[in-house]
């Protein structure tokens, strides 16, 4: 089963959720993103709430506060967004969205040595695969 899509704004919380790294109650991801956002805490509440809705996050309630956990994995949900983003705007090969980014985003020295480090990485495991 693929992860859920998200919002931009259930983005935020999911990245705030992930941060955190264990239980989060609404206040506290609203006191994170507050700046940021300017979302209303019952704002946070409503997003939080579809999330669960959707299986990203797990509810629980202990006295009156309730406190959420990520059900989604970050990376699982990464990887999601980015194979949805090839085949929806790339006609499914990743190929020209690499080119996309090389050509749109200035490269620093480093940024393209570790493009080439990841690039000899993935042709010698392939290589040891066969």
């Known amino acids: 089963m693929a992860a859920p899509a998200l919002s931009d704004a259930e983005w935020k919380i999911m990245n705030a959720v992930w941060e955190n790294g264990g239980e989060v ?8 993103l507050e700046t940021e956002t300017q979302w209303a805490y019952t704002t946070v509440k409503t997003l ?3 999330l669960v809705q959707k299986e990203a996050l797990a509810a629980s309630v202990h006295g009156n506060v309730s406190w959420y956990k ?3 994995a970050r990376q699982r949900a990464l990887t999601d967004a980015a194979r949805d983003l090839i085949h929806r705007a790339f006609g499914g090969s990743a190929l020209p969205l ?3 980014l ?3 985003h200035r490269l620093t020295a480093d ?3 570790e493009l ?3 690039l000899d990485d993935d042709a010698k495991e392939k290589s040891s695969r066969s």
């Not at 206040?27 to 994170?32: N, P, Q, Y």
């Open 98 to 100: 690499v080119h996309h």
């Open 70 to 72: 990520s059900r989604l």
């Open 25 to 32: 109650s609404a206040r506290e991801v609203h006191a994170a």
């Open 116 to 118: 080439r480090r990841l």
């Open 111 to 113: 940024d393209k040595a």
């Open 48 to 50: 939080m709430d579809r």
């Open 102 to 104: 090389i050509k749109s």
